[in-house]
């Protein structure tokens, strides 16, 4: 009887521990990205810095509009504003990519239903999307993706929205249904 009554505390007392332990977990506000932002990211601000101002918004820290140095990644403008809320989901960020004056930086969370097109206000750049960031826009389905991509290895950027009308199956009523989701950056 005592060897049960030792048994079923020892249940009891590592069932409490777990919660406990969950719990402090969950209690996190947030992780760092990159451990220590002083020896990362150098920014020598005797010297003029040239400046973009990029939205900062989704599972961020402190969310806004920021005034940031040209040629940062979105990992290091990410990190320099604070990093990133728990639940954020970085695999749906390219964190290699430069930012860009005028960007909006979108970090998902985890637990986000995945929605499968880009809102009219997160507008794709045709000239660096990828092939699954183009499929991303109303009416772009893999065929039209490719020639897109095509398209601009053989013929260079798109200078304007027009030169989209060179693409196979983009007419004129496919370039009026997607010009809503997509800009031009040169």
């Known amino acids: 009887m005592l060897d049960l009554i030792k048994k079923i505390g020892l249940i009891v007392g590592v069932i409490i521990l777990g919660t406990l332990v969950y719990y402090f977990r969950l209690d996190s506000d947030s992780f760092d990205l990159v451990p220590d932002i002083n020896s990362d990211l150098q920014i020598d601000y005797q010297d003029e810095v040239a400046m973009v101002v990029v939205h900062m918004a989704g599972a961020i820290m402190y969310p806004g509009v920021y005034e940031l140095p040209v040629g940062m990644s979105v990992m290091e403008a990410i990190h320099f504003v604070g990093g990133v809320s728990s639940g954020a989901n970085l695999d749906k960020v390219n964190l290699a990519k430069e930012i860009r004056h005028g960007q909006r930086i979108f970090v998902p969370f985890l637990k986000q239903k995945e929605q499968g097109v880009v809102r009219s206000y997160d507008k794709i750049d045709i000239n660096r999307a990828s092939r699954d960031e ?53």
């Open 134 to 186: 183009l499929l991303l826009i109303p009416g772009i389905g893999v065929t039209i993706a490719s020639h897109i991509i095509r398209y601009r290895d053989d013929h260079g950027f798109f200078k304007s929205y027009d030169d989209l009308l060179q693409v196979k199956y983009i007419g004129k009523g496919m370039l009026t249904k997607i010009r809503p989701y997509i800009m031009l950056d040169k």
